[in-house]
């Protein structure tokens, strides 16, 4: 009956629906754009090149994926982000959470997952700047992780050593 009630006061007022529409359509384009523009920044600090720490804070995402790029401001209401790849720092680390450190050097490209293994032994590499995500830190030894869309790679580092990956071999 109810039903009945609204489909006769929209049928009587065709200028009532034609706004509505269009206004929905806004709707639904601009929540989630609103949902993926929230900025999350937590207390941290980058290493610069030279060894200097800043401290700021950092735009955290939880990153499912090794970040590309870092977003950092010194300050947390200020609107100089800064935004940093693994050529410009050092590493960085948010308190409480995670800490990254940046490599240059090469990574392995062969696929570790079904359906896409190689038939034999793919040595295929390049040359990246990325983000090591430190996972563990011994008396000797550190281990690192870098996830992308390829796959999932481990790297291990001796005390004051260039990390090298551990390569996946069937």
């Known amino acids: 009956m109810i039903r009945n009630r609204i489909m006769l006061y929209l049928a009587s007022e065709p200028s009532r629906t034609?706004?509505?529409?269009?206004?929905?359509?806004i709707l639904l384009i601009a929540f989630p754009l609103a949902i993926f523009a929230q900025s999350n920044y937590h207390a941290g600090y980058i290493l610069k090149n030279n060894g200097d720490t800043v401290k700021g804070y950092i735009n955290y995402r939880d990153w499912q994926q090794s970040p590309i790029l870092v977003?950092?401001?010194v300050e947390k209401t200020g609107n100089q982000v800064q935004q940093l790849d693994a050529k410009a720092i050092k590493g960085f680390g948010?308190?409480?959470?995670?800490?990254y450190m940046s490599y240059t050097g090469p990574v392995s490209m062969d696929k570790t997952s079904f359906p896409d293994l190689p038939d034999g032994f793919d040595t295929t590499q390049t040359v990246a700047s990325i983000f090591l995500k430190r996972l563990a830190t011994g008396e000797h030894l550190t281990l690192f992780k870098h996830r992308d869309d390829i796959k999932t790679r481990f790297f291990i580092a001796e005390t004051a050593a260039e990390p090298a990956e551990l390569r996946y071999q069937t």
């Not at 034609?18 to 359509?25: A, E, I």
């Open 18 to 25: 034609m706004y509505l529409k269009p206004f929905c359509l």
């Open 71 to 73: 977003d950092f401001k």
């Open 94 to 99: 948010i308190s409480g959470a995670e800490t």
